[in-house]
């Protein structure tokens, strides 16, 4: 196929996944925020939310101080954020466009409607009037576009690139999601004193949990109180966990061989290293070493893999 | 001018531009008396649809050409809210129906005519037969712009230069009041459209299933498959087993929905320039998997743009070295570069008489008469004439550069008169044609507004179409302008046996 139809087909995908990224994490951050919590608390869960877009200092300079409102509105409707919403699923739907001849008509008025709904629900005020239902009808819009994708389309290349897509899109933003969490509990998360504290530490790791459909999963996993290596062992490295890393690595590796090529062989290699890495890794050691170097060196390799597919597959320089 | 209708024998005055639907029982009375006899059974079923009924029919046509996202970019254009520039044709629900005898005559007459037109640009290509013979004046084609002389003495397979051409077509009053059809003018670079003429019927079909099963309406669905085994018909002989592609300049291009789904009808990859490459002569594109050679290219690219070797250095939506590897017979290109010296608005009063050169044959067709203001005699009748005519830009298209005399202020008529002056071989002038008009949904209720047809004539090992084509509406009470970028509309045809 060609391979500025691969490229869409691949961006589509990520994009379709950073917008229910997006609309999970907000969702929570907006649940916790109707917790009765201090005003620093309050702050530092949203402002630890645009950290995992690497959008604090964009949004600071536009808006100054954090509250709730104005961060809902900067990642939902701004068009002029890249990592919004709104952005997120007129980018997805651009790229559907490019290619609309490829996706399957079912594919392509799933991308289509999605945009010219939440054009409307922004227009009309639903998203204002009731938060909570707007992020739950984006997620619904990313399963319902990754069902049909799954449901519909012809399994061959295009099929494969967009998996590959939503996979790698999923490592980042999981990665990410982790990293920040984990980052925004000072006292490390072993000791938690007060009786105000722990409770603080349970509404922490359950946002987190439910924000990747996690809490159901995690109770039926573990049977157990809600313990932050646990849950940190089950984002990073339970291939079982759906949206964990290592599920969404086994699946960028699946779907990598699907489309290998003579060039693509390192990239391979590279896919399966890292994914090797979680798949013999054990969380006492990584919390040894420490969470925050390690998630940092896995974003650094997700993005070079990124890269190499772009290069192999993508935006070839041959000719 | 809203007297020549296709529905009604006769227009009553009153009819004209008001709504008639009143209580939804009366939507076909009061506009015109004596349903002529192809319509007579739409008539009826029309006049027992309430009124309600037909207006969420509209509403649901409407929506779902917005979910399909079948729609044209208009150039700079914006929504009130400043967004999109992605715009819905407007589809009437009423078809416009032509009798399948009156087709049959049209279609040999648009064979032989496209026959004419391909011989025409062949021989302007090569020998310049006609040229020497003095039919059609040398400084005429030397002299225009659209001549490629880098097309001199290149051989295309078949012999076959307009492989896809769109004639547009209109139906009016000859000069005993009998309805005739004259073709208005040849499309024969990038004609557009015909994606329109498939989903307007895929839409009625879905709308009014039982109309299809009461009337004999010819299929159009298998227009893609047609067009298909034409751009396999004329690949190039170093290949048995063709690759064809669509050349799209890209998403923001206004006909970007059609060129999809023409590729996606096909099966056929759906390339930009940037997809595209040459080596050794050869036109190779981007994939996956590596270069893969392509030897049929539906462009959907004007000339200018197709190679910034040789035309217009600047651009991106082509690919260097293209004219290179079609010139060396490694590629076809469809249409081939240079059709338009034969569609040009100062051709086409030859093309009568290119028909009797090349065929030996009387036009079935008719021109409409046309005034070439090259000519001192006919400059200035059309000055004299300019408030009863319609003149046209040479090069103009899309409804643009044209005054149309009647319906111009006197200021617009002087400010042309000017123009015309200016630079005479620049213009062309018509007898303004009492278009003929179609009832057709618009605000107040059903009103006549006037249509055009531009059936799309394939040129393959043979000449073939699907029966009828796109007809286009123009919405705005009075106006003669159908284009989609002067706010026209589109119905479904129908050739009808009846």
Same mark, same amino acid.
């Given at each position: 196929?060609?391979?500025?139809?691969?490229?869409?087909?691949?961006?589509?995908?990520?994009?379709?996944?950073?917008?229910?990224?997006?609309?999970?994490?907000?969702?929570?951050?907006?649940?916790?925020?109707?917790?009765?919590?201090?005003?620093?608390?309050?702050?530092?869960?949203?402002?630890?939310?645009?950290?995992? #877009? !690497?959008?604090?200092?964009? =949004?600071?300079?536009? *808006?100054?101080?954090?509250?709730? %409102? +104005? &961060?809902?509105? @900067?990642?939902?409707?701004?068009?002029?954020?890249?990592?919004?919403?709104?952005?997120?699923?007129?980018?997805?739907?651009?790229?559907?466009?490019?290619?609309?001849?490829?996706?399957?008509?079912?594919?392509?008025?799933?991308?289509?409607?999605?945009?010219?709904?939440?054009?409307?629900?922004?227009?009309?005020?639903?998203?204002?009037?009731?938060?909570?239902?707007?992020?739950?009808?984006?997620?619904?819009?990313?399963?319902?576009?990754?069902?049909?994708?799954?449901?519909?389309?012809?399994?061959?290349?295009?099929?494969?690139?967009?998996?590959?897509?939503?996979?790698?899109?999923?490592?980042?933003?999981?990665?990410?999601?982790?990293?920040?969490?984990?980052?925004?509990?000072?006292?490390?998360?072993?000791?938690?004193? #007060? !009786?105000?504290?722990?409770? =603080?530490?349970?509404? *922490?790791?359950?946002?987190?949990? %439910? +924000? &990747?459909?996690? @809490?159901?999963?995690?109770?039926?996993?573990?049977?157990?109180?809600?313990?932050?290596?646990?849950?940190?062992?089950?984002?990073?490295?339970?291939?079982?966990?759906?949206?964990?890393?290592?599920?969404?690595?086994?699946?960028?590796?699946?779907?990598?061989?699907?489309?290998?090529?003579?060039?693509?062989?390192?990239?391979?290699?590279?896919?399966?290293?890292?994914?090797?890495?979680?798949?013999?890794?054990?969380?006492?050691?990584?919390?040894?070493?420490?969470?925050?170097?390690?998630?940092?060196?896995?974003?650094?390799?997700?993005?070079?893999?990124?890269?190499?597919?772009?290069?192999?597959?993508?935006?070839?320089?041959?000719? | 001018?809203?007297?020549?209708?296709?529905?009604?024998?006769?227009?009553?005055?009153?009819?004209?531009?008001?709504?008639?639907?009143?209580?939804?029982?009366?939507?076909?009375?009061?506009?015109?008396?004596?349903?002529?006899?192809?319509?007579?059974?739409?008539?009826?079923?029309?006049?027992?649809?309430?009124?309600?009924?037909?207006?969420?029919?509209?509403?649901?046509?409407?929506?779902?050409?917005?979910?399909?996202?079948?729609?044209?970019?208009?150039?700079?254009?914006?929504?009130?809210?400043?967004?999109?520039?992605?715009?819905?044709?407007?589809?009437?629900?009423?078809?416009?129906?032509?009798?399948?005898?009156?087709?049959?005559?049209?279609?040999?007459?648009?064979?032989?005519?496209?026959?004419?037109?391909?011989?025409?640009?062949?021989?302007?290509?090569?020998?310049?037969?006609?040229?020497?013979?003095?039919?059609?004046?040398?400084?005429?084609?030397?002299?225009?712009?659209?001549?490629?002389?880098?097309?001199?003495?290149?051989?295309?397979?078949?012999?076959?230069?307009?492989?896809?051409?769109?004639?547009?077509?209109?139906?009016?009053?000859?000069?005993?009041?009998?309805?005739?059809?004259?073709?208005?003018?040849?499309?024969?670079?990038?004609?557009?459209?015909?994606?329109?003429?498939?989903?307007?019927?895929?839409?009625?079909?879905?709308?009014?299933?039982?109309?299809?099963?009461?009337?004999?309406?010819?299929?159009?669905?298998?227009?893609?498959?047609?067009?298909?085994?034409?751009?396999?018909?004329?690949?190039?002989?170093?290949?048995?087993?063709?690759?064809?592609?669509?050349?799209?300049?890209?998403?923001?291009?206004?006909?970007?929905?059609?060129?999809?789904?023409?590729?996606?009808?096909?099966?056929?990859?759906?390339?930009?320039?940037?997809?595209?490459?040459?080596?050794?002569?050869?036109?190779?594109?981007?994939?996956?998997?590596?270069?893969?050679?392509?030897?049929?290219?539906?462009?959907?690219?004007?000339?200018?743009?197709?190679?910034?070797?040789?035309?217009?250095?600047?651009?991106?939506?082509?690919?260097?070295?293209?004219?290179?590897?079609?010139?060396?017979?490694?590629?076809?290109?469809?249409?081939?570069?240079?059709?338009?010296?034969?569609?040009?608005?100062?051709?086409?009063?030859?093309?009568?008489?290119?028909?009797?050169?090349?065929?030996?044959?009387?036009?079935?067709?008719?021109?409409?008469?046309?005034?070439?203001?090259?000519?001192?005699?006919?400059?200035?009748?059309?000055?004299?004439?300019?408030?009863?005519?319609?003149?046209?830009?040479?090069?103009?298209?899309?409804?643009?550069?044209?005054?149309?005399?009647?319906?111009?202020?006197?200021?617009?008529?002087?400010?042309?008169?000017?123009?015309?002056?200016?630079?005479?071989?620049?213009?062309?002038?018509?007898?303004?044609?009492?278009?003929?008009?179609?009832?057709?949904?618009?605000?107040?209720?059903?009103?006549?507004?006037?249509?055009?047809?531009?059936?799309?004539?394939?040129?393959?090992?043979?000449?073939?179409?699907?029966?009828?084509?796109?007809?286009?509406?123009?919405?705005?009470?009075?106006?003669?302008?159908?284009?989609?970028?002067?706010?026209?509309?589109?119905?479904?045809?129908?050739?009808?046996?009846?």
């Amino acid at each position: 196929m060609l391979s500025r139809t691969a490229d869409h087909l691949f961006w589509m995908s990520r994009y379709t996944e950073r917008a229910e990224n997006t609309a999970r994490m907000l969702n929570v951050n907006y649940e916790t925020s109707l917790l009765p919590q201090s005003a620093t608390e309050t702050e530092a869960g949203w402002k630890g939310l645009l950290s995992i #877009s !690497e959008l604090l200092p964009s =949004y600071t300079s536009l *808006h100054g101080e954090i509250n709730a %409102r +104005s &961060v809902m509105e @900067f990642m939902v409707s701004d068009e002029d954020n890249p990592s919004s919403i709104i952005s997120c699923l007129r980018a997805a739907r651009e790229n559907a466009r490019a290619v609309r001849g490829t996706l399957t008509t079912e594919v392509w008025e799933t991308q289509n409607q999605t945009w010219l709904e939440v054009n409307r629900m922004l227009k009309t005020g639903e998203f204002e009037r009731d938060p909570g239902k707007f992020f739950e009808w984006v997620k619904f819009r990313s399963h319902l576009s990754r069902g049909v994708t799954v449901g519909t389309m012809l399994m061959d290349e295009a099929l494969y690139f967009m998996r590959l897509g939503t996979f790698l899109e999923r490592a980042d933003n999981t990665a990410r999601l982790v990293d920040v969490k984990f980052h925004a509990v000072e006292n490390e998360f072993m000791g938690a004193s #007060s !009786e105000h504290e722990q409770e =603080y530490d349970f509404y *922490h790791w359950s946002a987190i949990l %439910r +924000s &990747v459909s996690g @809490f159901e999963i995690y109770r039926k996993v573990y049977r157990d109180v809600i313990k932050p290596e646990r849950v940190a062992e089950l984002l990073i490295l339970r291939p079982d966990m759906p949206r964990s890393l290592h599920a969404s690595l086994n699946e960028v590796v699946n779907n990598l061989g699907l489309v290998a090529s003579d060039q693509s062989s390192d990239t391979l290699r590279h896919a399966g290293r890292l994914r090797a890495d979680l798949q013999f890794a054990r969380i006492d050691e990584i919390l040894a070493t420490g969470l925050h170097a390690f998630l940092t060196q896995f974003l650094d390799r997700v993005n070079a893999l990124g890269g190499r597919i772009s290069r192999d597959f993508l935006v070839p320089s041959v000719g | 001018m809203l007297k020549f209708d296709e529905m009604y024998a006769q227009l009553t005055p009153q009819g004209t531009g008001q709504s008639q639907s009143q209580g939804g029982q009366s939507q076909s009375q009061g506009s015109g008396q004596g349903v002529r006899p192809h319509y007579e059974a739409y008539a009826k079923w029309l006049a027992g649809q309430p009124d309600t009924v037909m207006r969420s029919r509209r509403d649901e046509a409407e929506m779902i050409f917005r979910r399909v996202g079948i729609t044209f970019a208009v150039y700079g254009a914006k929504d009130e809210d400043g967004s999109g520039t992605e715009r819905l044709i407007p589809f009437d629900l009423i078809p416009r129906i032509i009798p399948a005898h009156e087709w049959r005559s049209m279609e040999k007459g648009l064979v032989q005519r496209v026959t004419a037109l391909n011989r025409f640009i062949h021989d302007v290509y090569h020998d310049q037969e006609i040229l020497k013979a003095g039919v059609v004046p040398r400084e005429q084609i030397e002299g225009n712009a659209q001549f490629r002389p880098e097309m001199m003495g290149v051989d295309v397979p078949n012999g076959i230069y307009s492989h896809i051409s769109g004639i547009d077509i209109v139906r009016a009053p000859d000069a005993q009041g009998k309805g005739e059809y004259y073709v208005l003018e040849d499309n024969l670079r990038v004609p557009s459209g015909v994606s329109y003429m498939l989903e307007n019927r895929k839409m009625m079909m879905r709308l009014f299933p039982e109309l299809f099963s009461q009337n004999r309406v010819a299929p159009v669905a298998h227009y893609p498959d047609l067009l298909l085994e034409t751009l396999r018909a004329s690949a190039p002989a170093t290949t048995a087993e063709p690759t064809v592609v669509v050349l799209t300049p890209g998403m923001y291009n206004s006909a970007y929905f059609e060129h999809a789904f023409l590729a996606q009808q096909m099966g056929v990859e759906l390339v930009e320039g940037q997809d595209l490459f040459v080596k050794d002569s050869f036109v190779y594109m981007r994939t996956t998997r590596g270069p893969k050679r392509v030897d049929v290219i539906y462009r959907r690219v004007d000339d200018d743009f197709l190679d910034p070797q040789v035309f217009r250095p600047t651009s991106t939506l082509g690919c260097a070295g293209l004219m290179d590897a079609y010139r060396a017979g490694h590629v076809a290109i469809c249409n081939a570069v240079g059709t338009g010296v034969a569609d040009d608005k100062s051709i086409y009063p030859y093309v009568p008489k290119m028909i009797e050169f090349y065929l030996g044959e009387k036009p079935i067709l008719n021109n409409v008469p046309t005034y070439m203001c090259r000519n001192p005699d006919d400059l200035k009748y059309v000055m004299a004439n300019l408030k009863d005519l319609v003149v046209k830009e040479v090069h103009g298209a899309g409804g643009y550069g044209m005054l149309v005399g009647p319906a111009a202020t006197k200021a617009e008529i002087e400010d042309f008169g000017k123009a015309v002056l200016a630079n005479p071989t620049g213009y062309i002038a018509q007898p303004t044609l009492s278009l003929s008009s179609c009832p057709t949904y618009v605000e107040s209720g059903i009103a006549p507004r006037h249509i055009d047809l531009r059936p799309f004539v394939l040129s393959g090992q043979s000449v073939q179409m699907v029966p009828g084509g796109l007809t286009r509406v123009a919405l705005k009470e009075g106006s003669l302008v159908v284009n989609s970028s002067q706010g026209g509309g589109t119905k479904d045809t129908w050739i009808l046996e009846i």
